[in-house]
């Protein structure tokens, strides 16, 4: 159980496009989904942080209109990059918490998906 | 502000060694403390966790002490199996409601065989 996917796993796209990248809790319901950027050898960094049908809060330093978060339903999160940039290539991670589970914090990762903007 | 430091890799080991992987923290509370671990190709996974001082997770053979006097929860293993091969990630958490996650920076660990 509390199995989080993430869609696409890679993907590459011209500089000043817009890519979308979802994720889904697949068996259980998310209250609270976050969005992660990692950078090579670096740390998970959060970028923000979304509930089921209100806006996300973004971390100080994250551009709210680059990353665009919504979060429909409790199964669904999508995180949009848009008019997309090199610097902006990086792994991005989403992790979920179980609203059935909400004690200590725990939450559950999506594998990731890689951005490269070209 | 809150801050996890772990000790930076890779780590190479031989199968059934002893395994040791520092981490210290700082915050401003009393956290709750994770090590995460990735495997390749996967998400990150909670591996094991203490919410108060003195207290010992453990899971699948990995241990950690949340050590107050020492700021510290360090993680370790009696006899490493080439499966153990990840990057293990240090974190803590102030809260137990929708307060966010802090990591270190992951160590990555190989063994083998």
């Known amino acids: 159980g509390a199995v989080v996917s993430q869609h696409p796993s890679w993907v590459i796209c011209k500089s000043g496009t817009s890519v979308k990248i979802e994720c889904r809790s697949l068996?259980?319901?998310?209250?609270?989904m976050f969005w992660y950027r990692q950078f090579p050898k670096q740390s998970l960094m959060l970028m923000a942080t979304?509930?089921?049908?209100?806006?996300?809060?973004?971390e100080q330093g994250v551009e709210k209109d680059k990353f665009l978060i919504n979060h429909a339903s409790l199964t669904l999160s999508t995180l949009t990059v848009t008019s997309a940039h090199p610097e902006d290539s990086s792994f991005y991670i989403c992790?979920?918490?179980?609203?059935?589970?909400?004690?200590?914090?725990?939450?559950?990762f999506g594998p990731g998906t890689r951005l490269t903007v070209l | 502000g809150d801050s996890v430091t772990q000790m930076e890799g890779p780590v190479t080991l031989s199968e059934e060694a002893f395994l040791t992987i520092n981490c210290t923290y700082t915050?401003?509370?009393?956290?709750?403390l994770f090590w995460y671990v990735q495997y390749p190709g996967e998400g990150l996974q909670l591996l094991l966790k203490?919410?108060?001082?003195?207290d010992k997770g453990s899971n699948k053979g990995f241990e950690a002490t949340y050590r107050k006097e020492t700021t510290s929860f360090h993680l370790e293993k009696g006899s490493v199996q080439v499966s153990d091969s990840a990057v293990y990630f240090c974190?803590?958490?102030?809260?137990?409601?929708?307060?966010?996650?802090?990591f270190g920076k992951g160590t990555r660990l190989h063994i083998l065989p």
């Open positions: 992790s979920a918490r179980d609203r059935g589970r909400n004690y200590y914090n725990e939450q559950f």
């Open positions: 068996d259980f319901q998310a209250t609270t």
């Open positions: 979304s509930n089921e049908g209100s806006k996300a809060t973004y």
């Open positions: 915050a401003t509370g009393y956290p709750s």
């Open positions: 203490a919410t108060k001082a003195d």
């Open positions: 974190a803590l958490s102030e809260g137990v409601g929708d307060d966010k996650i802090i």
